[in-house]
Protein backbone atom coordinates (compact mmCIF):
# COMPACT_ATOMS: atom_id res chain seq x y z
CA UNK A 1 0.00 0.00 0.00
CA UNK A 2 1.22 3.72 -0.93
CA UNK A 3 2.24 6.00 2.05
CA UNK A 4 0.34 9.41 2.19
CA UNK A 5 0.80 12.25 4.40
CA UNK A 6 -0.29 12.26 7.48
CA UNK A 7 -1.47 15.70 7.23
CA UNK A 8 -4.03 15.09 4.42
CA UNK A 9 -4.91 11.15 5.14
CA UNK A 10 -6.41 13.52 8.48
CA UNK A 11 -8.42 15.55 6.07
CA UNK A 12 -11.89 15.22 6.33
CA UNK A 13 -13.32 15.71 2.02
CA UNK A 14 -15.28 19.03 1.75
CA UNK A 15 -18.92 17.45 1.00
CA UNK A 16 -20.87 20.06 -1.13
CA UNK A 17 -24.67 20.39 -1.53
CA UNK A 18 -26.22 17.46 -3.65
CA UNK A 19 -26.41 18.83 -7.28
CA UNK A 20 -29.89 18.78 -9.00
CA UNK A 21 -28.59 16.49 -11.90
CA UNK A 22 -27.97 13.84 -8.65
CA UNK A 23 -31.16 14.17 -7.07
CA UNK A 24 -33.12 13.92 -10.49
CA UNK A 25 -31.00 10.67 -10.66
CA UNK A 26 -31.63 9.21 -7.28
CA UNK A 27 -35.24 9.93 -6.85
CA UNK A 28 -36.48 10.46 -10.36
CA UNK A 29 -37.86 13.63 -9.57
CA UNK A 30 -38.94 16.35 -12.22
CA UNK A 31 -39.20 19.39 -10.36
CA UNK A 32 -35.82 20.59 -7.82
CA UNK A 33 -35.65 23.47 -5.99
CA UNK A 34 -32.00 23.70 -4.86
CA UNK A 35 -31.81 25.86 -1.71
CA UNK A 36 -28.64 24.09 -0.69
CA UNK A 37 -25.23 26.52 -1.68
CA UNK A 38 -26.68 29.80 -1.25
CA UNK A 39 -26.43 30.48 -5.27
CA UNK A 40 -28.34 33.37 -7.12
CA UNK A 41 -30.81 31.55 -8.48
CA UNK A 42 -31.89 34.40 -10.54
CA UNK A 43 -29.40 33.15 -13.12
CA UNK A 44 -27.15 35.29 -15.99
CA UNK A 45 -28.40 38.36 -17.50
CA UNK A 46 -29.59 37.87 -20.77
CA UNK A 47 -27.37 40.80 -21.82
CA UNK A 48 -24.64 39.12 -20.44
CA UNK A 49 -25.28 35.72 -21.97
CA UNK A 50 -25.31 37.38 -25.47
CA UNK A 51 -21.61 38.48 -24.91
CA UNK A 52 -20.55 35.13 -23.67
CA UNK A 53 -21.64 33.74 -26.68
CA UNK A 54 -19.38 35.73 -28.97
CA UNK A 55 -16.41 34.95 -26.41
CA UNK A 56 -16.64 30.80 -27.15
CA UNK A 57 -14.83 31.04 -30.65
CA UNK A 58 -11.63 31.52 -28.38
CA UNK A 59 -11.53 29.12 -25.87
CA UNK A 60 -9.09 27.24 -28.09
CA UNK A 61 -6.45 30.25 -26.21
CA UNK A 62 -5.03 29.65 -23.27
CA UNK A 63 -6.13 32.27 -20.93
CA UNK A 64 -4.52 35.93 -19.93
CA UNK A 65 -2.45 34.71 -16.80
CA UNK A 66 -1.78 38.40 -15.28
CA UNK A 67 -5.73 38.76 -16.30
CA UNK A 68 -4.89 42.22 -17.17
CA UNK A 69 -8.43 43.48 -18.28
CA UNK A 70 -10.61 41.81 -15.17
CA UNK A 71 -7.48 43.37 -13.03
CA UNK A 72 -8.19 47.03 -14.52
CA UNK A 73 -11.82 47.02 -14.54
CA UNK A 74 -12.16 45.93 -10.89
CA UNK A 75 -9.56 47.85 -9.57
CA UNK A 76 -11.89 50.64 -11.03
CA UNK A 77 -14.60 49.34 -9.53
CA UNK A 78 -13.41 49.26 -6.35
CA UNK A 79 -11.05 52.48 -6.66
CA UNK A 80 -7.93 50.50 -5.55
CA UNK A 81 -4.89 50.15 -6.96
CA UNK A 82 -4.17 46.90 -9.68
CA UNK A 83 -1.48 45.25 -7.58
CA UNK A 84 -3.65 44.97 -4.76
CA UNK A 85 -6.25 42.09 -6.48
CA UNK A 86 -5.05 38.54 -6.85
CA UNK A 87 -7.64 35.96 -8.41
CA UNK A 88 -8.56 32.38 -8.05
CA UNK A 89 -10.54 29.88 -9.35
CA UNK A 90 -13.19 30.91 -6.36
CA UNK A 91 -12.00 31.53 -3.17
CA UNK A 92 -10.63 28.24 -2.25
CA UNK A 93 -7.77 28.22 -3.89
CA UNK A 94 -6.84 31.41 -2.01
CA UNK A 95 -7.62 30.15 0.82
CA UNK A 96 -4.91 27.06 -0.37
CA UNK A 97 -2.70 29.41 -1.76
CA UNK A 98 -2.72 31.71 1.50
CA UNK A 99 -2.10 28.58 3.56
CA UNK A 100 1.01 27.48 1.34
CA UNK A 101 2.34 31.36 1.32
CA UNK A 102 2.50 31.59 5.70
CA UNK A 103 1.57 28.42 7.66
CA UNK A 104 3.71 25.27 8.24
CA UNK A 105 4.31 22.84 10.77
CA UNK A 106 5.54 25.88 13.35
CA UNK A 107 3.07 28.19 12.47
CA UNK A 108 -0.37 28.73 13.79
CA UNK A 109 -3.40 29.60 12.45
CA UNK A 110 -7.03 30.13 14.23
CA UNK A 111 -10.31 29.03 13.32
CA UNK A 112 -13.43 29.72 14.58
CA UNK A 113 -15.52 26.49 14.89
CA UNK A 114 -19.05 26.64 13.51
CA UNK A 115 -18.06 27.69 10.51
CA UNK A 116 -16.24 27.57 6.75
CA UNK A 117 -14.60 23.83 6.64
CA UNK A 118 -12.31 24.88 3.98
CA UNK A 119 -10.13 27.02 6.21
CA UNK A 120 -9.34 23.64 8.17
CA UNK A 121 -8.49 22.08 4.58
CA UNK A 122 -6.17 24.69 3.87
CA UNK A 123 -4.37 24.69 7.36
CA UNK A 124 -3.92 20.92 7.40
CA UNK A 125 -3.32 20.91 3.63
CA UNK A 126 0.15 22.13 4.97
CA UNK A 127 0.67 20.72 8.33
CA UNK A 128 -0.11 23.73 10.38
CA UNK A 129 -1.04 23.81 14.19
CA UNK A 130 -4.81 24.96 14.75
CA UNK A 131 -6.19 26.49 17.35
CA UNK A 132 -10.17 26.53 17.46
CA UNK A 133 -12.23 29.49 18.83
CA UNK A 134 -15.60 29.29 20.15
CA UNK A 135 -18.30 31.34 18.52
CA UNK A 136 -20.43 33.26 20.92
CA UNK A 137 -24.16 33.43 20.37
CA UNK A 138 -23.27 31.80 16.60
CA UNK A 139 -21.32 34.75 15.74
CA UNK A 140 -17.42 35.46 16.00
CA UNK A 141 -15.75 36.08 19.50
CA UNK A 142 -13.28 38.43 18.26
CA UNK A 143 -11.85 39.22 21.82
CA UNK A 144 -11.67 35.95 22.41
CA UNK A 145 -9.42 34.83 19.39
CA UNK A 146 -6.99 38.37 19.69
CA UNK A 147 -6.85 36.42 23.17
CA UNK A 148 -5.84 33.29 21.81
CA UNK A 149 -2.92 35.07 19.22
CA UNK A 150 0.17 33.49 20.72
CA UNK A 151 4.26 33.74 19.56
CA UNK A 152 3.84 31.13 16.61
CA UNK A 153 0.58 32.30 15.36
CA UNK A 154 1.02 33.72 11.73
CA UNK A 155 -2.40 33.79 10.08
CA UNK A 156 -6.75 34.50 11.29
CA UNK A 157 -9.30 33.23 9.12
CA UNK A 158 -12.34 35.48 9.75
CA UNK A 159 -16.08 34.81 7.63
CA UNK A 160 -17.83 38.22 8.15
CA UNK A 161 -20.68 37.43 7.44
CA UNK A 162 -20.32 33.88 9.06
CA UNK A 163 -21.52 30.64 6.93
CA UNK A 164 -23.24 28.86 8.18
CA UNK A 165 -24.69 31.54 10.61
CA UNK A 166 -25.37 34.72 8.64
CA UNK A 167 -24.63 36.66 11.43
CA UNK A 168 -21.57 39.29 11.59
CA UNK A 169 -19.35 41.87 13.66
CA UNK A 170 -19.42 45.05 13.66
CA UNK A 171 -17.15 48.12 12.57
CA UNK A 172 -16.39 48.98 16.28
CA UNK A 173 -15.95 45.23 17.36
CA UNK A 174 -13.18 44.65 14.20
CA UNK A 175 -11.53 47.92 14.96
CA UNK A 176 -10.84 46.94 18.39
CA UNK A 177 -9.87 43.53 17.47
CA UNK A 178 -7.17 44.78 14.82
CA UNK A 179 -5.52 47.39 17.30
CA UNK A 180 -4.49 43.58 19.09
CA UNK A 181 -3.53 41.82 16.04
CA UNK A 182 0.15 41.60 15.75
CA UNK A 183 1.65 43.18 12.32
CA UNK A 184 3.18 39.63 12.12
CA UNK A 185 -0.41 38.36 11.74
CA UNK A 186 -2.56 37.90 8.94
CA UNK A 187 -6.08 38.44 8.90
CA UNK A 188 -7.83 36.88 6.44
CA UNK A 189 -11.35 38.07 6.05
CA UNK A 190 -13.52 36.12 3.38
CA UNK A 191 -16.35 38.27 2.68
CA UNK A 192 -18.21 35.91 0.33
CA UNK A 193 -21.48 37.29 1.03
CA UNK A 194 -20.22 40.98 1.48
CA UNK A 195 -22.87 42.28 -1.26
CA UNK A 196 -25.61 41.24 0.91
CA UNK A 197 -24.03 42.31 4.02
CA UNK A 198 -22.38 45.90 3.12
CA UNK A 199 -24.21 48.70 5.14
CA UNK A 200 -25.38 49.79 8.39
CA UNK A 201 -22.44 48.70 10.85
CA UNK A 202 -21.29 46.22 8.62
CA UNK A 203 -17.05 47.35 7.75
CA UNK A 204 -16.44 48.38 4.84
CA UNK A 205 -13.02 46.20 5.05
CA UNK A 206 -11.44 48.21 2.16
CA UNK A 207 -10.65 51.44 3.73
CA UNK A 208 -8.87 49.92 6.33
CA UNK A 209 -5.95 48.40 4.08
CA UNK A 210 -4.38 51.72 4.07
CA UNK A 211 -4.29 51.45 7.56
CA UNK A 212 -3.00 47.76 7.96
CA UNK A 213 -0.65 46.14 5.74
CA UNK A 214 -1.27 42.53 7.64
CA UNK A 215 -4.89 42.24 6.30
CA UNK A 216 -6.11 40.38 2.66
CA UNK A 217 -10.02 40.35 1.98
CA UNK A 218 -11.52 37.86 0.09
CA UNK A 219 -14.39 38.01 -2.33
CA UNK A 220 -16.08 36.28 -4.88
CA UNK A 221 -17.97 36.42 -8.45
CA UNK A 222 -20.37 32.91 -6.96
CA UNK A 223 -22.94 34.41 -5.01
CA UNK A 224 -24.77 37.46 -5.73
CA UNK A 225 -22.69 37.71 -8.86
CA UNK A 226 -23.76 34.50 -10.55
CA UNK A 227 -21.19 32.92 -11.20
CA UNK A 228 -20.31 29.88 -9.03
CA UNK A 229 -19.96 27.89 -12.22
CA UNK A 230 -16.72 29.42 -13.15
CA UNK A 231 -15.58 29.28 -10.24
CA UNK A 232 -13.71 32.49 -9.95
CA UNK A 233 -12.52 34.89 -6.40
CA UNK A 234 -10.33 37.42 -6.02
CA UNK A 235 -8.06 38.54 -2.89
CA UNK A 236 -7.46 42.18 -2.37
CA UNK A 237 -4.53 43.24 0.23
CA UNK A 238 -1.35 45.57 -0.13
CA UNK A 239 0.39 45.07 -2.85
CA UNK A 240 3.51 43.30 -0.88
CA UNK A 241 0.96 41.02 0.47
CA UNK A 242 -0.29 40.05 -3.05
CA UNK A 243 2.89 39.64 -4.35
CA UNK A 244 4.12 37.14 -1.63
CA UNK A 245 1.00 35.33 -2.39
CA UNK A 246 1.29 35.32 -6.25
CA UNK A 247 4.56 33.22 -5.73
CA UNK A 248 2.24 30.14 -5.46
CA UNK A 249 -0.52 30.58 -7.61
CA UNK A 250 -0.32 28.21 -10.62
CA UNK A 251 0.14 29.72 -14.06
CA UNK A 252 -3.83 29.91 -15.73
CA UNK A 253 -5.15 29.41 -12.94
CA UNK A 254 -8.34 31.14 -13.96
CA UNK A 255 -9.86 30.01 -17.24
CA UNK A 256 -10.82 32.55 -20.13
CA UNK A 257 -14.29 31.79 -20.04
CA UNK A 258 -14.79 32.84 -16.09
CA UNK A 259 -12.76 35.68 -16.50
CA UNK A 260 -14.59 36.92 -19.66
CA UNK A 261 -17.91 35.99 -17.70
CA UNK A 262 -16.52 38.22 -14.79
CA UNK A 263 -15.68 41.13 -17.13
CA UNK A 264 -19.59 40.85 -18.45
CA UNK A 265 -21.12 40.59 -14.64
CA UNK A 266 -19.30 43.70 -13.71
CA UNK A 267 -21.19 45.66 -16.23
CA UNK A 268 -24.38 44.57 -14.59
CA UNK A 269 -24.41 46.97 -11.10
CA UNK A 270 -27.96 47.48 -11.35
CA UNK A 271 -29.07 44.38 -11.59
CA UNK A 272 -27.03 42.91 -8.55
CA UNK A 273 -28.46 45.86 -6.56
CA UNK A 274 -31.77 44.23 -7.61
CA UNK A 275 -31.01 40.86 -6.65
CA UNK A 276 -29.56 42.30 -2.66
CA UNK A 277 -33.04 44.13 -2.40
CA UNK A 278 -35.03 41.48 -4.07
CA UNK A 279 -33.18 39.28 -1.42
CA UNK A 280 -33.60 41.21 1.52
CA UNK A 281 -37.64 41.01 0.24
CA UNK A 282 -37.80 37.06 0.27
CA UNK A 283 -36.22 37.11 3.70
CA UNK A 284 -38.82 39.00 5.30
CA UNK A 285 -41.55 36.61 3.64
CA UNK A 286 -39.35 33.32 5.22
CA UNK A 287 -38.97 35.38 8.69
CA UNK A 288 -42.97 35.88 8.75
CA UNK A 289 -43.14 32.02 7.92
CA UNK A 290 -40.56 30.90 10.49
CA UNK A 291 -42.66 33.00 12.94
CA UNK A 292 -46.16 31.41 12.19
CA UNK A 293 -44.35 27.75 12.69
CA UNK A 294 -42.55 28.59 15.68
CA UNK A 295 -39.76 28.27 14.23
CA UNK A 296 -36.14 29.62 15.51
CA UNK A 297 -33.90 31.19 13.60
CA UNK A 298 -30.80 33.66 13.45
CA UNK A 299 -31.16 37.57 11.78
CA UNK A 300 -28.65 37.09 8.34
CA UNK A 301 -27.08 39.16 6.77
CA UNK A 302 -26.14 36.88 3.88
CA UNK A 303 -28.81 35.30 1.38
CA UNK A 304 -29.43 32.39 3.52
CA UNK A 305 -31.11 31.36 6.44
CA UNK A 306 -29.77 29.51 9.49
CA UNK A 307 -33.10 28.03 11.47
CA UNK A 308 -33.00 25.31 14.42
CA UNK A 309 -36.01 22.80 14.53
CA UNK A 310 -36.79 20.44 17.44
CA UNK A 311 -36.26 17.52 15.26
CA UNK A 312 -32.95 15.93 13.69
CA UNK A 313 -31.62 18.06 11.12
CA UNK A 314 -30.45 14.66 8.80
CA UNK A 315 -34.28 13.55 9.18
CA UNK A 316 -35.70 16.65 7.50
CA UNK A 317 -33.03 17.44 5.04
CA UNK A 318 -33.38 13.65 3.47
CA UNK A 319 -37.33 14.24 3.88
CA UNK A 320 -37.58 16.93 1.80
CA UNK A 321 -35.22 15.84 -0.62
CA UNK A 322 -37.64 13.35 -1.46
CA UNK A 323 -40.38 16.35 -2.09
CA UNK A 324 -37.95 17.86 -4.18
CA UNK A 325 -36.29 20.42 -2.09
CA UNK A 326 -32.77 20.51 -1.69
CA UNK A 327 -31.48 22.41 1.59
CA UNK A 328 -28.00 22.32 3.68
CA UNK A 329 -28.62 20.59 7.27
CA UNK A 330 -25.60 21.72 9.71
CA UNK A 331 -24.78 18.41 11.19
CA UNK A 332 -21.08 18.61 9.49
CA UNK A 333 -21.14 21.94 11.71
CA UNK A 334 -21.82 20.09 14.78
CA UNK A 335 -25.39 21.62 14.52
CA UNK A 336 -27.63 18.37 14.92
CA UNK A 337 -31.04 20.16 14.94
CA UNK A 338 -30.29 23.15 12.09
CA UNK A 339 -30.21 23.41 8.73
CA UNK A 340 -29.17 26.29 6.48
CA UNK A 341 -32.00 27.54 3.43
CA UNK A 342 -30.44 29.89 0.39
CA UNK A 343 -32.78 32.55 -0.56
CA UNK A 344 -34.43 31.55 -3.54
CA UNK A 345 -36.97 33.08 -6.02
CA UNK A 346 -40.30 33.63 -4.71
CA UNK A 347 -41.54 30.55 -5.87
CA UNK A 348 -39.53 28.42 -4.59
CA UNK A 349 -39.09 29.72 -1.12
CA UNK A 350 -43.23 28.93 -1.16
CA UNK A 351 -43.02 25.55 -2.34
CA UNK A 352 -39.85 25.31 0.73
CA UNK A 353 -42.64 26.11 3.41
CA UNK A 354 -45.01 24.16 2.30
CA UNK A 355 -42.85 20.88 2.22
CA UNK A 356 -41.16 22.21 5.40
CA UNK A 357 -45.21 21.78 6.81
CA UNK A 358 -45.37 18.27 5.51
CA UNK A 359 -42.49 17.18 6.57
CA UNK A 360 -42.70 18.51 10.17
CA UNK A 361 -46.13 17.02 10.11
CA UNK A 362 -45.00 13.18 8.98
CA UNK A 363 -42.39 13.70 12.01
CA UNK A 364 -44.88 14.62 14.15
CA UNK A 365 -47.37 11.89 13.14
CA UNK A 366 -44.51 8.99 13.81
Same mark, same amino acid.
Given at each position: !??????????????????????????????????? =???????????????????????? #??????SLFRLRKKLAQYYKIDADQLIFGNGSDELL??? *??????????????EGTFSEYTFAAKLVNAPIKYVSLKDYTYDL??? =????? =???????????? &?????? #??? /??? +????????????????? *????? $? /???????????????? &?????????????? $???RIGYGIASPKVIASINKSRQPFNVNRFAEE /??? *? !???????????? *? +?????? $???? /?????????????? =?? #?????????????????????????????????????????????????? +??????????? $??
Amino acid at each position: !MLDINENVDDIKPYIPGKPIEEVQRELGLDQIVKL =ASNENNRGIPQNVINKLQTKIQDL #FLYPDGSLFRLRKKLAQYYKIDADQLIFGNGSDELLQMI *AFTYLNKNKEVLISEGTFSEYTFAAKLVNAPIKYVSLKDYTYDLEAI =AMRIS =AKTRVVFLCNPN &NPTGTY #FNV /STF +ESFMKKVPPKVLVVIDE *AYYEY $A /SGDDYPETIKYLKRYE &NIILLRTFSKVWSL $AGCRIGYGIASPKVIASINKSRQPFNVNRFAEE /SAL *A !MLDEKEWVHSIT *A +ETKKQM $AYLY /SELDKMKISYLSSR =AN #FVFMTLKHDAKDVFDRLLRKGIIIRPMTGFGYVNSIRVTIGLPHENKLFI +EALKKVLQEIN $AK
